[in-house]
């Protein structure tokens, strides 16, 4: 049940896509890796009942399923948990509030996510990231073809200075949506975490059993591309 601060529960409300659906009949990898689904939406989800109260600053994670750790050994051992960690070890004790689902668009992100967030209430030391659009290259022609005015519409409605990653894959929309991202950090909208600079240069042993999401090791990788950005980002706020 959702949070009633939040009206929201980290689930799409869409069950799996046909070609998920197909792969996981047919390649274990895929089952397995999709089963992780639920039971991830529900530990973020109680997660963010436990954190929401408390005081301290806040880490907003608005994203799909690589916000949530799919592949990985655990919901906190994707690249959210992983970096939190790293943080904390230098005194960056933030409080997570991961409102990503699996499964989610840059539509669902505007639609559901980001007005979950204006219920929360946005604080000016709030550190809010996003990484979001996979979905929408790899589910078909129009959401492909939306995929552009869709990130002009994110970058405009996300909170001033979130951290908006860009997408790394050398495909036309993606080029497109990332021109947006651009403008918008040269603006000073957003900040921007190019992972077409910063993100792993091969994917080779970290990738999990459904050769799509990270494993622990791949996370890792995503963890150190927003590192130096959010460490900066973290002193500013704490300069501020």
């Known amino acids: 049940m959702a949070h009633p601060g939040l009206g929201y529960d980290n689930r799409t409300g869409r069950g799996p896509g046909r070609v998920v659906r197909t792969m996981s009949a047919l390649v274990p990898g895929v089952r397995r890796v999709w089963r992780q689904a639920t039971p991830y939406a529900d530990a973020w989800h109680a997660r963010n009942v436990e954190t929401i109260d408390r005081p301290g600053r806040r880490w907003i994670v608005l994203g799909d399923s690589m916000s949530q750790g799919i592949g990985a050994s655990a919901y906190d051992a994707g690249w959210v948990g992983q970096l939190a960690g790293r943080l904390a070890a230098d005194g960056h004790d933030l409080q997570i509030i991961n409102l990503s689902a699996t499964g989610a668009c840059v539509t669902d992100v505007l639609e ?5 967030l204006e219920r929360l209430g946005v604080r000016d030391d709030d550190l809010v990231t996003v990484m979001v659009g996979s ?12 995929l552009p005015g869709a990130y002009s519409r994110l970058v405009e409605s996300v909170p001033a200075r979130s951290l908006v990653a860009t997408l790394p894959q050398p495909s036309g929309p993606a080029r497109a949506a990332n021109v947006f991202v651009e403008a918008a950090d040269s603006s000073g909208r957003i900040v921007m975490v190019d992972l077409r ?3 792993p240069s091969s994917w080779r042993g970290r990738l999990a059993a459904d050769y799509f999401h990270p494993n622990d090791a791949g996370y890792a990788a995503i963890a150190a591309a927003f590192e130096p950005t959010v460490r900066q980002v973290l002193d500013r706020l704490t300069d501020g």
């Open 197 to 199: 600079v910063t993100g």
């Open 135 to 146: 979905n929408d290259l790899f589910g078909g022609r129009m959401r492909r073809a939306a």
């Open 112 to 116: 559901q996510q980001l007005p979950a």
